[in-house]
C-alpha cells in the first residue's frame, strides 16, 4: 500500500512503536507489542501490586475483593477511584464488558483450571493474562515458594507497563530492608514450628511448600510445619497437624470467621488440648494481603519474627 502524505505525516507525530515485551508467565511466553491501557486485577494481593507501581490510571477496575472480604483501610484509599467490577471471580462477559486488554490474575486468584477464565479463553477476545507466579504450581511444577516469586511478579509487571526502573526500586527497597532485618534469636534455638491456618473446621486449608507464608515463615527464622505438604493452599487433616505439634499457630485473617473466632476453636477443642501452640496461646493474625505475595510480605516476616522470639 501507498502511503498517502497525511498518513506519514500522522506516523511522524505519533512517534515510534512502542518496543515489544516478552515476560515468562508460569509456563507460558507473554507478549506485548504495547503497554496495556485497560487492566484488570483479581484479589486484593495482586490489585496492590498494580498500585505501588503506580499502575491505577492504566486500569479499568479490578476484582475479587469485597466478596471475601479483605479490603483494608490502607487499601481502600488505593482503590478509590477504581470500580470493583466483580465481588468475586469475574465472567468473562465481566471483563469483556469492561472492555479489558490485560488481566493480572492467578490459579485460584481470578482463574481456575478449565475455567471459564484462562489465558486461553480469554486470548481470542484480545485480553492478555500474566499469572500470579505462585499459583503456577496449579498447572505445572516451580521450584519451592521463596521472596523471589513476588520480586519476579513486580518486575514483570514493571516490563509490562515500560515501569521497570519504578519496579527495580522497589524490589532493591525490599531486598535491602530484609538484608538488614535478623530475626532476634536467642543463642542457639531452634527454628519454632509452625502451622498455618487458613480456615476450615472439619478439616484446615493451609500452606503447603509452595504458599507464600512458607517464605514469610523462613524469613523470619521458623519452620512451616507442612514443609513437605507438596501443594500451594490446600486442606489436610487435624491429625497431621496434632501429630506435628506447632509451637506456634500462624492464623490468616479474612472472610467471615474472624482470626478471634479460628484462635478460639483450636483454644476450645479439647482435641488440640496436647499442642505446644494451643498450650502456651501462641497465636500470630496475618491478614490475607500479608499472607498472599505482595508488596506487604517484608512487613508481615517482622510480624511473625516478633511472635516467634519475643524478648
Not at 462477559?93 to 475455567?115: I, Q, R, S
Not at 483454644?267 to 494481603?289: C, G, H, Q, S
Request: proline content about 6%.
Amino acid at each position: 500500500m501507498k502511503l498517502t502524505l497525511p498518513i506519514i505525516a500522522a506516523l511522524t507525530i505519533a512517534g515510534p512503536v512502542a518496543a515489544q515485551t516478552t515476560v515468562d508467565s508460569c509456563n507460558r511466553q507473554v507478549t506485548f507489542e504495547a503497554p496495556p491501557t485497560a487492566a484488570v486485577s483479581n484479589d486484593v494481593n495482586l490489585t496492590e501490586m498494580m498500585l505501588v507501581l503506580g499502575l491505577a490510571d492504566r486500569m479499568v477496575g479490578y476484582t475479587g475483593i469485597s466478596g471475601w472480604k479483605t479490603l483494608d483501610e490502607e487499601m481502600r484509599a488505593g482503590v478509590e477511584q477504581l470500580p470493583e467490577l466483580s465481588a468475586k471471580y469475574p465472567t468473562k462477559e465481566v471483563l469483556l464488558g469492561a472492555e479489558a486488554d490485560f488481566y493480572f490474575a492467578g490459579w485460584n486468584y481470578g482463574m481456575k483450571v478449565g475455567g471459564e477464565v484462562t489465558p486461553q479463553t480469554l486470548q481470542p477476545f484480545g485480553i492478555a493474562v500474566y499469572e500470579l507466579t505462585e499459583s503456577c504450581i496449579h498447572i505445572g511444577e516451580k521450584p519451592k515458594v521463596s521472596m523471589e516469586d513476588m520480586y519476579a511478579d513486580i518486575e514483570n509487571l514493571g516490563k509490562i507497563f515500560g515501569v521497570e526502573d519504578k519496579a527495580t526500586a522497589l524490589i532493591e527497597g525490599y531486598r535491602a530492608e530484609l538484608a538488614a532485618f535478623a530475626p532476634d534469636r536467642a543463642g542457639d534455638q531452634k527454628p519454632p514450628r509452625v502451622f498455618v491456618y487458613d480456615s476450615g473446621e472439619e478439616s484446615p486449608f493451609t500452606a503447603g511448600r509452595y504458599a507464600m507464608p512458607t517464605a514469610l515463615i523462613e524469613a523470619a527464622g521458623g519452620t512451616n510445619i507442612m514443609d513437605d505438604f507438596e501443594k500451594s493452599w490446600a486442606t489436610v487433616t487435624w491429625e497431621e497437624v496434632v501429630e506435628r505439634n506447632p509451637e506456634i499457630v500462624v492464623i490468616v485473617n479474612y472472610g467471615n470467621v474472624t482470626a478471634e473466632e479460628k484462635r478460639a476453636f483450636m483454644m476450645n477443642n479439647p482435641a488440640f488440648a496436647e499442642i505446644d501452640a494451643v498450650k502456651n496461646d501462641r497465636f500470630v493474625t496475618l491478614e490475607y494481603v500479608e499472607a498472599t505475595p505482595g508488596p506487604r510480605n517484608i512487613k508481615a516476616i517482622k510480624k511473625l519474627a516478633a511472635a516467634f522470639w519475643p524478648q
